[in-house]
């Protein structure tokens, strides 16, 4: 049996049967709160949603406050309250939720409660599943952010992170530090072992230099075989010794092409930045720190 407050009964005041019908009727998980955040009403999509994803809805039950389920989002409180209080007409908040089941991502879309355009008694709020849009959504930004092959970060979005990073930097007056990295002879390795074994050395470069930098870089491919690794609050002496274990660790690295072992090297340039960064001369350092490590004859680590 749903139970109501005495107040929705204005919502429902012309045929409560009708309405409870045309709310029980929508796909989305429904709910109704009066003005303290007391849950009074919830359409039946609301209980097949809690039946189904385990605890993610556990005592959102007729009679329990909204609002204490949504402690660590103030902005949730906040955007129902101003609802309530007529600051705004509608508020949209979305948020993950990974069940038991599967993951999926919702909309919360609060809307004031009012009959023949009294007081606001209280707030409508639904949850929309936009999970089939966002996962469109995520594939499109990853679309757009990453290399194709490599899986790594293109140089667009490099450049975009290399700009916030610098910005933050100069903010917090930590160091930052930036590395590229060539692959040595790779028109030889194309034209010896053929092109898809060229894929795959880059497809091993791109696993390696991941697995030796940390979460916090920025990994890419910034050219046809070549790579740039941005490090925030990172020293010359991190970055010397991050720099020499990826050269060592990539030249320890076992491609098989279809005939015999492919041997990789590269040649590294990079340099710490710690005042007066500008992109132009970080980047331009750089450059020349990998032109230098070229010129020794390759298979070098020049951090300047």
Same mark, same amino acid.
């Given at each position: 049996?749903?139970?109501?407050?005495?107040?929705?009964?204005?919502?429902?005041?012309?045929?409560?049967?009708?309405?409870?019908?045309?709310?029980?009727?929508?796909?989305?998980?429904?709910?109704?709160?009066?003005?303290?955040?007391?849950?009074?009403?919830?359409?039946e999509e609301w209980h097949q949603f809690e039946v189904q994803n385990g605890e993610s809805f556990?005592?959102?039950?007729?009679?329990?406050?909204?609002?204490?389920?949504f402690e660590k989002e103030p902005a949730v409180q906040q955007g129902v309250q101003a609802v309530?209080?007529?600051?705004?007409?509608?508020?949209?908040?979305?948020?993950?939720? !990974?069940?038991?089941?599967?993951?999926?991502?919702?909309?919360?879309?609060?809307?004031? &409660?009012?009959?023949?355009?009294?007081?606001?008694?209280? %707030?409508?709020?639904?949850?929309?599943?936009?999970?089939?849009?966002?996962?469109?959504?995520?594939?499109?930004?990853?679309?757009?952010?990453?290399?194709? &092959?490599?899986?790594?970060?293109?140089?667009?979005?490099?450049?975009?992170? &290399?700009?916030?990073? %610098?910005?933050?930097?100069?903010?917090?007056? %930590?160091?930052?530090?930036?590395?590229?990295?060539?692959? !040595?002879?790779?028109?030889?390795?194309? !034209?010896?072992?053929?092109?898809?074994?060229?894929?795959?050395?880059?497809?091993?470069?791109?696993?390696?230099?991941?697995?030796?930098?940390?979460?916090?870089?920025?990994?890419?491919?910034?050219?046809? !075989?070549?790579? $740039?690794? &941005?490090?925030?609050?990172?020293?010359?002496?991190?970055?010397?010794?991050?720099?020499?274990?990826?050269?060592?660790?990539?030249?320890?690295?076992?491609?098989?092409?279809?005939?015999?072992?492919?041997? %990789?090297?590269?040649?590294?340039?990079?340099?710490?930045?710690?005042s007066d960064l500008s992109l132009n001369c970080m980047v331009e350092w750089v450059d020349d720190?990998?032109?230098?490590?070229?010129?020794?004859?390759?298979?070098?680590?020049?951090? $300047?």
């Amino acid at each position: 049996m749903i139970l109501l407050h005495t107040h929705v009964n204005t919502f429902l005041s012309i045929d409560p049967g009708i309405n409870k019908s045309i709310l029980n009727s929508l796909r989305d998980p429904i709910c109704l709160i009066d003005s303290t955040g007391t849950i009074c009403f919830t359409n039946e999509e609301w209980h097949q949603f809690e039946v189904q994803n385990g605890e993610s809805f556990s005592n959102y039950e007729i009679g329990t406050n909204y609002f204490q389920h949504f402690e660590k989002e103030p902005a949730v409180q906040q955007g129902v309250q101003a609802v309530l209080s007529g600051e705004t007409d509608c508020f949209d908040f979305e948020y993950f939720c !990974d069940s038991t089941s599967t993951s999926r991502w919702f909309l919360i879309q609060a809307t004031p &409660l009012q009959a023949n355009a009294s007081a606001i008694e209280g %707030v409508v709020i639904r949850h929309v599943d936009i999970t089939k849009q966002k996962l469109t959504e995520l594939q499109l930004k990853e679309y757009a952010e990453k290399d194709s &092959l490599t899986s790594l970060f293109n140089r667009r979005y490099f450049q975009e992170q &290399l700009k916030k990073e %610098v910005h933050y930097a100069i903010q917090k007056n %930590v160091p930052i530090s930036l590395l590229y990295i060539d692959t !040595d002879n790779f028109k030889d390795i194309n !034209d010896t072992y053929g092109h898809p074994a060229g894929d795959q050395v880059l497809k091993e470069l791109a696993r390696q230099i991941t697995e030796t930098t940390r979460s916090s870089d920025t990994v890419a491919r910034i050219g046809g !075989d070549e790579f $740039a690794v &941005l490090f925030p609050n990172t020293s010359k002496v991190e970055l010397e010794c991050i720099a020499n274990r990826l050269s060592q660790e990539i030249q320890q690295l076992k491609i098989q092409g279809q005939h015999s072992q492919i041997d %990789v090297t590269v040649s590294i340039g990079g340099k710490s930045f710690t005042s007066d960064l500008s992109l132009n001369c970080m980047v331009e350092w750089v450059d020349d720190a990998l032109y230098l490590a070229k010129d020794k004859g390759k298979n070098q680590v020049v951090i $300047a």
